[in-house]
């Protein structure tokens, strides 16, 4: 008699894998074109820059959170310390670019 395994490979296309389903990449993946796409609209439309500029950067925080949730895994456990790591310097660097900004 053979000893055949009775576990199944995961193919990384199931929601309970470790690194996500392919479907929530690829959804994830196309938020992020759609906002690129905005972005390059509203520039290339000739919208005014006290519009375009916000807007922007709120789509590019947006972007940032659904690369650093989906593809880099933090939402899940363990990943405490590289969070820790990458939410302060997201904070130095706010706090740079405001001091720039608002210094006389």
């Known amino acids: 008699m053979t000893n055949v ?3 199944t490979h ?3 296309t199931e929601s309970g894998s470790g690194h996500g ?9 196309a938020i992020m ?3 690129t796409v905005i972005a390059f ?17 709120a ?3 947006i972007q940032v959170i659904l690369q650093l949730w989906d593809f880099m895994h933090l939402n899940q456990k363990g990943h405490s310390f ?4 990458i939410t302060s310097g997201a904070l130095l660097g706010f706090i740079f670019v405001l ?6």
Do not use: D, Y
């Open 5 to 7: 395994p009775t576990e």
């Open 59 to 61: 789509l590019a925080v």
């Open 82 to 85: 590289p969070t820790l790591f």
């Open 99 to 104: 001091v720039l900004v608002l210094w006389p």
């Open 10 to 12: 995961n193919t990384g």
């Open 33 to 35: 074109i759609l906002f």
């Open 21 to 29: 389903s392919v479907r929530k990449h690829i959804i994830s993946f």
């Open 41 to 57: 609209a509203m520039v290339g439309a000739g919208m005014s820059p006290t519009v375009v500029i916000p807007v922007i950067l």
